[in-house]
Structure formats: C-alpha cells, structure tokens
Nanobody, 124 residues
Framework: QMQLVESGGGQVQAGGSLRLSCVASGGTFSSYAIGWFRQTPGKEREFVAGISWSGGSTYYEDFVKGRFTVSRDNARNAAYLQMDSLKPEDTAVYYC?????????????????WGQGTQVTVSS
C-alpha cells in the first residue's frame, strides 16, 4: 500500500510561483506514473499534468502548458509540480495520484493511490 503526501501549496498573487511536492512511501514509486490533478468545490477532479514512471514522458493540459512543469526523482520517491505565472483560475486543491501504468492517463478514476491534497490560492 503506497502513501502519498503533497506539500508546497499556499497563497500567492497572480503571476507568482509555487512548487508542489508529492512524496511516496510504502511502495515501488518508480513503477508508477504520477498525475497531478486539481479540484474545486462542486467540480470533478481534473487532470493538470503527468509524468511516466521513468520520467521520460510528460503530458500537460493546454491550460497549463508553458506555465507548469512536472518532474520526478525516483531516488527520492518524489514528484514535483513547478507552477509559474499562476492565475486566479488556478485556485484549487491539488492532488497527486499514482497509476500502475506504462502510460499517462488523464482520467482520475484509473489511479491507484492519492495524496490528501494541498490548497493553492491565487489572488488577483
């Protein structure tokens, strides 16, 4: 059973940056693709960015392309989401998910493990 813990959220002004971390324990982290998702009240969890188990492939939704960067360090059992040029519409709870898969999938229902989430608030 893998546990994921996110950190790094907070409040920032529009145009600012945050770096989210997702640290895993209790499993073989390098066997899992990692997806970053976000959720606002009353809405479904939406995919933001993902990285393959090796780190060799990444995928971003259009609304974060050029602003967010996903990375991972398998030696540290950690994944990261660097968020730059933040906008008020990026305000959400951000989650990392682990998917025992070769690819990067955007549907949250297929992920095996989740962290507890970290709040990101961007003010205008």
């Amino acid at each position: 059973q893998m546990q994921l813990v996110e950190s790094g959220g907070g409040q920032v002004q529009a145009g600012g940056s945050l770096r989210l971390s997702c640290v895993a324990s209790g499993g073989t982290f390098s066997s899992y693709a990692i997806g970053w998702f976000r959720q606002t009240p009353g809405k479904e969890r939406e995919f933001v960015a993902g990285i393959s188990w090796s780190g060799g492939s990444t995928y971003y939704e259009d609304f974060v392309k050029g602003r967010f960067t996903v990375s991972r360090d398998n030696a540290r059992n950690a994944a990261y989401l660097q968020m730059d040029s933040l906008k008020p519409e990026d305000t959400a709870v951000y989650y990392c998910g682990a998917d025992f898969s070769q690819g990067i999938y955007t549907n949250y229902k297929g992920y095996d493990y989740w962290g507890q989430g970290t709040q990101v608030t961007v003010s205008s």
